[in-house]
Structures are given as C-alpha cells and as structure tokens.
C-alpha cells in the first residue's frame, strides 16, 4: 500500500523559508514520479514541483521557480520542498503525492493516484 506522509507546514513572515518533508513506503521509489502539490479553499489544487525517483529530474511550477527547491533522498524515501522567499500567495494546503511511472514528473497532474495529508502553510504579510 502506497503510503505518503507530508510534514513541516506552519506560520513565516514574508520573505522567510520552510522545508516540508515527504515520508513515502509502499512502493518501489525509482519506478515513480513524487510531487508536491497545493490547494486553496475553493480553488483547484495545482502542482507545485515534482520529481522523478528514477534520475531526479525535476518540474517546477513558473510561480515558484527560482524560490522552491524540491529533492529526494531514495535510499531513506524522502522527498523535500524547500520553500524561500515565501510570498502571502504560497499560503495553502500542501499535500505529497506519487504516480507509477517516473516520467510523470515532467506532468506534475493532479491525476496522481496517491495522496498524502496535507500540512497548512501560512505566509503573513
């Protein structure tokens, strides 16, 4: 059973970092694409980042390009987002999500078929 655990939301000023973590099990880390994606109430959720477990090749959404890192460390099945220069408009429920097909990075859809928790961050202006 594929399981992903997200963790290290919370409240930052503008202008500050966060890391969020990703806990995935459950499933052969190379063979999938791991992404992280967010939602505001009563908007669609959007792809943020995402990464592929087979060669670590990487998307990013144009909003944050430049600002959010995202990386893996397949041994331990983690996958980070690093967050900085954190605008009030990245405050959202961020969720971790994988797909079979490592390829699938390059898509970073919504169609993902696992889904973890989400962890709410808050930018404050």
């Known amino acids: 059973e594929v399981q992903l655990q997200a963790s290290g939301g919370g409240l930052v000023q503008a202008g500050g970092s966060l890391r969020l973590s990703c806990a995935a099990s459950?499933?052969?880390?190379?063979?999938?694409?791991i992404g992280w994606f967010r939602q505001v109430p009563g908007k669609e959720r959007e792809g943020v980042s995402c990464?592929?477990?087979?060669?670590?090749?990487?998307y990013y959404a144009d909003s944050v390009k430049g600002r959010f890192t995202i990386s893996s460390d397949n041994a331990k099945k983690m996958v980070y987002l690093q967050m900085n220069s954190l605008k009030p408009e990245d405050t959202a429920i961020y969720y971790c999500?994988?797909?079979?097909?490592?390829?699938?990075?390059?898509?970073?859809?919504?169609?993902?078929?696992?889904w973890g928790q989400g962890t709410l961050v808050t930018v404050s202006s």
């Open positions: 999500a994988a797909d079979g097909g490592a390829d699938l990075y390059s898509e970073c859809g919504t169609y993902f078929g696992s």
């Open positions: 990464i592929s477990g087979s060669d670590g090749s990487t």
């Open positions: 459950g499933f052969t880390f190379e063979n999938y694409a």
